[in-house]
């Protein structure tokens, strides 16, 4: 019994996340992973600039 209690409380984890992840837009996903760059980039360093951004 507590084997399938285990197996369903990871099933339930698993759907929460899985809810959570779609619920942002592609582009929200993007203006978080620039943002996410753009803390990560050294001061004094510029980031690289790919074609089609400005």
Same mark, same amino acid.
Do not use: F
């Given at each position: 019994?507590?084997?399938? #209690?285990? !197996?369903?409380?990871?099933? !339930? !984890?698993? @759907?929460?996340?899985?809810? *959570?992840? *779609?619920?942002? @837009? &592609?582009?929200?996903?993007? $203006?978080?992973?620039? #943002?996410?760059?753009?803390? @990560? @980039? &050294? +001061?004094? +360093?510029? &980031?690289? $600039? *790919? &074609?089609? $951004?400005?």
């Amino acid at each position: 019994m507590a084997g399938l #209690a285990g !197996v369903a409380a990871t099933g !339930v !984890v698993l @759907t929460r996340a899985e809810r *959570r992840r *779609r619920a942002y @837009t &592609p582009d929200e996903i993007r $203006e978080r992973l620039h #943002a996410r760059v753009g803390d @990560t @980039t &050294p +001061s004094g +360093s510029d &980031p690289v $600039e *790919r &074609p089609g $951004e400005a």
